[in-house]
């Protein structure tokens, strides 16, 4: 038999559904690919001046070891290594280009039409930044797929990739961990994990106080947060009880977990969104009202928490109703 897929057709409700070819795009998704792709030569060649603030002021000086504003796991700085040895124009294109591959990888992976995700105020300022958040959705589509097929080597990969922001996957990694079974499988998905923490360390180090200390003294900006801690401080924490104990399927749990971080987490940056609209399947379109930053500068980046609490409200409200009915059932 062969193994079920995230497929959010309708999603109402979400369902599995088995297909013998999980990456089969239809006319929409090649188009929005299209687009995707069409974008990258645009922005590489015409506003590359302007474009890829993140790959310029965080990522490539990692690459030469001048770390004033890296914050993520030492595993991934061999990429940003290889990527400082090209010119900036040309380093930003490899970006933007693995972005999309790696995005589109993601999607084939959980199944899911590339349209919506694809199509996205977050997905077009992750190129246009020059970020990473990609290689966060592979890891948790990987993820995903290992819990479906009990794949302990494929999971413990997808947890190498899905850390390197653990604000967006920490949690869901966590849930997704669990539900791999029984505990020898567990134990065994954890080794690739170990295994590039390892050899980070042995390159570069004991890095991990580095890291903490660089996050106390210099933290990354906070414009693009869009976690509830900017307004209610640590009270956010009450968030995941639901999101947790909640009577829910596996695919409804997980968009709730996601979309619980992007608002209980104390720093979530609004373009990371991304990993939770290639779960959502026309819901990521709720996104792009970020769009009205154009308008209403303003407004900023913030008004991108529509989209995480407008699924967290769906799935609360489902638990709600779900718990009611299960406890008047006879």
């Known amino acids: 038999m062969r193994p079920a897929i995230f497929v959010p057709e309708t999603c ?48 490539l000086p990692a690459g030469r070891n001048h770390l004033n504003q890296f914050y993520n796991p030492y595993w991934v700085r061999p990429l940003f290594e290889l990527l400082a040895l090209l010119p900036f124009r040309q380093a930003y294109l490899v970006v933007m280009g693995m972005d999309v591959s790696i995005y589109v990888a993601a999607l084939c992976l959980l199944g899911v039409r590339w349209v919506y995700p694809l199509t996205t105020y977050q997905f077009y300022y992750t190129l246009f930044y020059g970020q990473i ?22 999971f413990g990969l997808g947890m190498v990739l899905a850390l390197l922001k653990p604000q967006v996957s920490l949690a869901a990694t966590a849930f997704l961990w669990w539900r791999l079974g029984e505990w020898r499988r567990r134990v065994r998905s954890l080794l690739p994990l170990l295994g590039a923490a390892v050899l980070s360390v042995l390159r570069y180090g004991w890095w991990f106080d580095d890291v903490v200390i660089r996050l106390s003294t210099s933290p990354p900006n906070r414009w693009g947060s869009i976690s ?11 968030l995941w009880i639901p999101a947790f ?11 709730f977990i996601l979309a619980t971080a992007a608002l209980a987490m104390p720093y979530f940056q609004q373009n990371s969104l991304i990993s939770l609209q290639a779960f959502l399947g026309p819901w990521a379109w709720l996104g792009n009202v970020s769009f009205v930053y154009y308008f209403n500068p303003a407004l900023g980046w913030k008004i991108g928490v529509v989209l995480p609490l407008g699924i967290y409200l769906r799935y609360a409200l489902r638990v709600v109703v779900r718990s009611f009915n299960r406890g008047a059932s006879p």
């Open 12 to 59: 109402e409700p979400m369902v599995y559904r088995t297909r013998s070819r999980p990456c089969s795009p239809r006319y929409m998704d090649l188009v929005a690919l299209g687009v995707a792709v069409g974008f990258i030569i645009f922005v590489a060649w015409v506003l590359s001046v302007k474009g890829g603030a993140d790959l310029r002021e965080a990522y």
């Open 133 to 154: 958040d990609p290689l966060v959705t592979l890891g948790l589509a990987l993820e995903w797929r290992a819990t479906r097929q009990r794949r302990a080597g494929w």
């Open 245 to 255: 104990m909640g009577p829910l399927n596996e695919p409804e749990k997980l968009r």
């Open 228 to 238: 509830l801690w900017e307004w209610i401080g640590p009270y956010a924490l009450l």
